[in-house]
Structures are given as structure tokens and as C-alpha cells.
């Protein structure tokens, strides 16, 4: 089956960029998805297709996906965005695969 | 507005049956693919399976086949997930999802664009 590994925590400062990485077997050949699950909210979808954002969605949230490494990528971080990031593919045998998750803390 | 609107809270004992629920609306039910996603508690999130209200094709995760059953009532724009026979470690949060199916290069994927607030799941004796 197909694994997705993502780092359990990543901090930032206020106002400054996070970066949360997402890792699998040749996953630039994929379409990454990221979801974005704030606590005891139910997830929603912050990217799509590798980069696209759907309506609502701040420009300051951006994705990008080559070789073995996809990114989401925060841009001008604010407290608001502290949450869990979870990337998720699809895969010919496993079909739906989300990676473990990422606890983004906003110092 | 594209909703779904989960079934309310369970709490059941080892070896009971469950069926919990989630209606679609403001969109056409039976033109996506709606699934669900596991979270155990303080865990991340696992999808289970997806089914085609269209014509009931269902898919399965290697690891819920057998153990769940995923069906839906197109009529009434209803997808169910369901249990014959509950264990503890069936005690979760379940979220239904609307799939959103694009082509890529050479391939389909899907992701998950309308979430259900969840459904909780607590099986105890």
C-alpha cells in the first residue's frame, strides 16, 4: 500500500512562513490533496490538484508537489491557522491515502 | 449551500449493529462519489470507502473490507455506513465526504471537497 509520512509538529512565529512537508514513493507523479482540521471541527479542504485553492481559501495557503516531496506552504502565518494539516492521495491500489498529519503550532 | 448532514451521536455495546447516516443536499447526489473517513480518538484521519450513488458502485479500503459495509438511498439522498457487529475499537469519529473526481495525467484522483460535521461512534459494554 502507499505511504504518505508527514513530520508530527512543525512551529512558527507569527507572520512568518510554515512549510509542511508530505513524502511518498514518486509522489510528484500524484495529485496532492491537503485538508485543514482545527479541534473538534470536522476537516476542510485547503488544496487541491498539487496547487489549487478552492473558493474561500486565503491566498496565503499555496502547495507544490515534484519528485518524492509535496509542500503547503503558510504564508504570513496568524494564531488562526494553528491547527492539524493532513496531505491525501489517490492511489491505484490503496485508493484513498491520507498521510499521518501535522500539528502546526503558531508561537 | 452543499451540505451534509450527519446522523447524531451513538453509544452501543460490543457485538450490536449500527447503521449511521448522512443527506446530501444543495447539490446532485447521485453525480458524486461520497465516502467516509475514520478518526480515532486523538488520531489522524483514514478513509474507509466511497460509494457512486449513480449505481451503487462501491469501493473499499484494503483495511475496512469485510468490517463495514457502505450503501446509499438515492431517493431520499442518503449514503449509510454500517456495522454488523460492533467492537471497541470501533470507537471513533466518522465524517462523511463529498469526492470530487478529476482526471490528470493519464489518471483519476479524487478528493474530498464537502465534509459532515461526523458522527460519534462509542462502543462500550
Known amino acids: 500500500s502507499y505511504v504518505l509520512t508527514q513530520p508530527p509538529s512543525v512551529s512558527v512565529a507569527p507572520g512568518k512562513t510554515a512549510r509542511i512537508t508530505c513524502g511518498g514513493n514518486?509522489?510528484?507523479?500524484?495529485?496532492v490533496h491537503w485538508y485543514q482540521q482545527k479541534p473538534g471541527q470536522a476537516p476542510v479542504l485547503v488544496i487541491y490538484?498539487?496547487?489549487d485553492r478552492p473558493s474561500g481559501i486565503p491566498e496565503r495557503f499555496s502547495g507544490s508537489n515534484s519528485g518524492n516531496t509535496a509542500t503547503l506552504t503558510i504564508s504570513r502565518v496568524e494564531a488562526g491557522d494553528e491547527a492539524d494539516y493532513y496531505c491525501?492521495?489517490?492511489?491505484?491500489?490503496?485508493?484513498?491515502?491520507f498521510g499521518g498529519g501535522t500539528k502546526l503550532t503558531v508561537l | 449551500e452543499v451540505q451534509l448532514v450527519q446522523s447524531g451521536a451513538e453509544v452501543k455495546k460490543p457485538g450490536e449493529s449500527l447503521k449511521i447516516s448522512c443527506k446530501g443536499s444543495?447539490?446532485?447526489?447521485?453525480?458524486?462519489?461520497i465516502g467516509w473517513v475514520r478518526q480515532m480518538p486523538g488520531k489522524g484521519l483514514e478513509w474507509m470507502g466511497i460509494?457512486?450513488?449513480?449505481?451503487?458502485?462501491?469501493r473499499y479500503s484494503p483495511s475496512f473490507q469485510g468490517q463495514v459495509t457502505i450503501s446509499a438511498d438515492k431517493s431520499i439522498s442518503t449514503a449509510y455506513l454500517q456495522w454488523s457487529s460492533l467492537k471497541a475499537s470501533d470507537t471513533a469519529m466518522y465524517y462523511c465526504?463529498?469526492?470530487?473526481?478529476?482526471?490528470?495525467?493519464?489518471?483519476?484522483?479524487?478528493?474530498?471537497?464537502?465534509w459532515g460535521k461526523g458522527t460519534t461512534v462509542t462502543v462500550s459494554s
Open positions: 490538484y498539487d496547487s
Open positions: 460509494i457512486y450513488p449513480g449505481d451503487s458502485d462501491t
Open positions: 465526504a463529498r469526492h470530487f473526481r478529476g482526471y490528470g495525467s493519464g489518471y483519476y484522483y479524487y478528493y474530498m471537497d464537502v
Open positions: 491525501q492521495v489517490w492511489d491505484s491500489s490503496s485508493d484513498g491515502v
Open positions: 514518486n509522489i510528484g507523479s500524484k495529485s
Open positions: 444543495g447539490y446532485s447526489f447521485t453525480s458524486y462519489w
